[in-house]
Structures are given as structure tokens and as C-alpha cells.
């Protein structure tokens, strides 16, 4: 049997000891110096930017408009590694102009991105309507699409290329109407490395029959060692993972490695993570973990077809 036992009577805490301390002598995280200014019609941009808050996001999107102008005043790289989102929402020619400025030194990109820009090079338009394709089995089946782009990485690898510069070289030098909206092409112009990192069977020209596995991997694989190469030198540079969740983070992970393996000084770096969610992979892979011991990480958090384009006009004006 269970002793019976008097509960205990708790009565109400008395405040009237409390011990307080005068607010003039509180370390506050907020002041109104950090405060927003209003905009005022007739503006410039560079007043908008100036206006923001000094607070939480605005302030580490300022912090990244310097060191992304930092980085080519000191000529040190600024790689973009992207996903296929930033190409379908639009954001071509803004990547393209930031190369032509020389603010972007090198791009690295996923396998869907040959997909979308030769796409809109070729003839205007990319991003086809995945579900009602599936239902026929006509998703991924356009022919120009798996012909061109695999013949380009077919010929390119027999050449001693990588994937990003067969693509490049083969738009071009091509006829077609929109090529200057090519990302690749545009690197191939400036000379600009422009990899392309493949899992094969991600990508619809996988599933065509020009798609040569020999080719693709081996061509895939020279543009990582290429990739490994550019983050080799990205000591006081700035890599920026604008919308991949998986690749890309995994690939820069490994690529940084390499580079500290064969005793590269790549540690005083900044590191830039662009998606509408933070994932899992970026935020270990590029914000974390590269910069444990040294460097800087921010996380931007927005939609791409905004983010992006802001922090461009931001670093044009900085510069």
C-alpha cells in the first residue's frame, strides 16, 4: 500500500525583493543608430542599400557586397556554383554581365544546367511541364536537346575537354538566334572556367541514345579536377551556392579538400549560401564546415529571381 503523505502548499512568489539593474547599464543588441531610414522617391539604389537596416540579414548582405568587392580588388576569385533554378527564373544575363565585369571568375554548375541554357540559347524558352509529360512518357524526350548536347560533350571530351567548355564551344559556335544568353558560352568567350558536375542519371540527356557514359563521366571528372584547381586559389575569395541542395555542396566540399591535401592555403575565405531554404548539405557543406577554424559564412535567404539580382546591382554600385 502506498504511504499517505500531506501535499505540500505553494503560495505566490513575492517580486518585491527583486534585484534590478538601471537600462543605461544593459549591453542592448538593438539601437537606433541600426535603425532603417525611409526611401524617398528619386533615390539611388546605392541610397536604398544604404537605408536598410544594420540588423540580422541586412546586415550580413552588406557583409557580403564587401567581400565579394573585396575579393576582385584584391584579384582573388569569386566562383559561383549554381543549380538549374537561377537559369529558369531568368537570372541569365545577370550572371552573364557579372562575368563580362569580372566580378564572377569561375562558375560551377549542376548537370540540369546544360539542359536549361542550351535550351535557351536554341530556341527562347526551357522548362517543360514535368507532370503532364510523365503521364505520356514524353518527359525529356525533346530531340534537339538530347542530340545537341550530348554530341557537344561527345566531340568536346575527344578533344581533351570537360563538359562545361564542349558545351560552351558548341553554342558558340553555333547559328543559334538566342546563344547570347548562354551561360557557357559566355565563359567560353572570356575564358573563364565553366564546370559541369554530372550524376549520371539526374539529367534528361541521360536517358537519350547519343548520351555516352565513358564521355560524360570522363568529361564531368576534368571539370571537377579544373573545379578543384579554381578553390585551390580562393584563398581571400568569396564562393557563392546559389541554389543547389545536393551537387554542388557535396562537390565544393571535396574539391576543398583536395586543395588542403596538397597543402594549398585556402582558409581565409567567405562563403555564401542563396536559396529560398536553407538546406541541410549548403549549410554544412559551404557555410560550416569550410570556414570551422577561419573565414566567413552567411546564409541569404530569399527567392533567387530577388536575392540574386539585388546582390548584383549592390556589388556594381560597391565597385
Aim: aromatic share 8%; net charge positive; hydrophobic share 40%.
Amino acid at each position: 500500500m502506498l504511504k499517505s503523505y500531506t501535499m505540500k502548499r505553494y503560495k505566490p512568489v513575492s517580486l518585491k525583493k527583486l534585484k534590478t539593474y538601471p537600462i543605461s547599464k544593459r549591453k542592448s543588441k538593438v539601437e537606433i543608430s541600426l535603425a532603417a531610414a525611409p526611401h524617398k522617391p528619386g533615390k539611388s539604389f546605392t541610397d536604398f542599400i544604404h537605408n536598410l537596416p544594420d540588423i540580422l540579414a541586412a546586415r550580413d548582405f552588406r557583409a557580403v557586397v564587401r567581400a565579394i568587392i573585396n575579393a576582385r580588388k584584391n584579384k582573388k576569385p569569386v566562383i559561383l556554383g549554381m543549380g538549374a533554378h537561377p537559369i529558369k527564373v531568368g537570372l541569365s544575363p545577370l550572371i552573364i554581365d557579372l562575368m563580362k565585369r569580372g566580378i564572377i571568375t569561375a562558375i560551377a554548375t549542376n548537370g540540369a544546367c546544360i539542359v536549361h541554357d542550351f535550351e535557351l540559347s536554341f530556341i527562347g524558352q526551357t522548362s517543360e511541364d514535368v507532370a503532364e509529360k510523365l503521364c505520356k512518357g514524353a518527359f525529356g524526350m525533346a530531340k534537339e536537346t538530347g542530340g545537341y548536347t550530348n554530341k557537344a560533350i561527345n566531340a568536346g571530351v575527344k578533344k581533351g575537354y570537360g563538359i562545361g567548355k564542349s558545351l560552351g564551344e558548341m553554342i558558340q559556335n553555333s547559328k543559334f538566334k538566342y546563344k547570347d544568353m548562354s551561360i557557357f558560352a559566355a565563359a567560353y568567350n572570356l575564358g573563364l572556367p565553366a564546370t559541369v558536375h554530372i550524376a549520371i542519371g539526374t539529367d534528361i540527356i541521360h536517358m537519350h541514345p547519343q548520351a555516352d557514359g565513358a564521355s560524360i563521366g570522363e568529361g564531368s571528372l576534368r571539370d571537377f579536377k579544373l573545379f578543384t584547381s579554381v578553390v585551390s586559389d580562393l584563398e581571400g575569395g568569396v564562393y557563392i551556392n546559389l541554389g543547389s541542395a545536393v551537387i554542388m555542396p557535396e562537390v565544393f566540399l571535396k574539391a576543398l579538400t583536395i586543395a588542403r591535401n596538397l597543402c594549398s592555403k585556402v582558409e581565409n575565405i567567405t562563403t555564401v549560401n542563396m536559396d529560398f531554404m536553407q538546406h541541410y548539405r549548403p549549410t554544412q557543406n559551404v557555410l560550416r564546415r569550410p570556414t570551422l577554424q577561419k573565414g566567413c559564412a552567411y546564409a541569404l535567404t530569399g527567392h533567387h529571381e530577388i536575392m540574386f539580382p539585388l546582390l548584383a546591382a549592390a556589388v556594381i554600385e560597391g565597385i
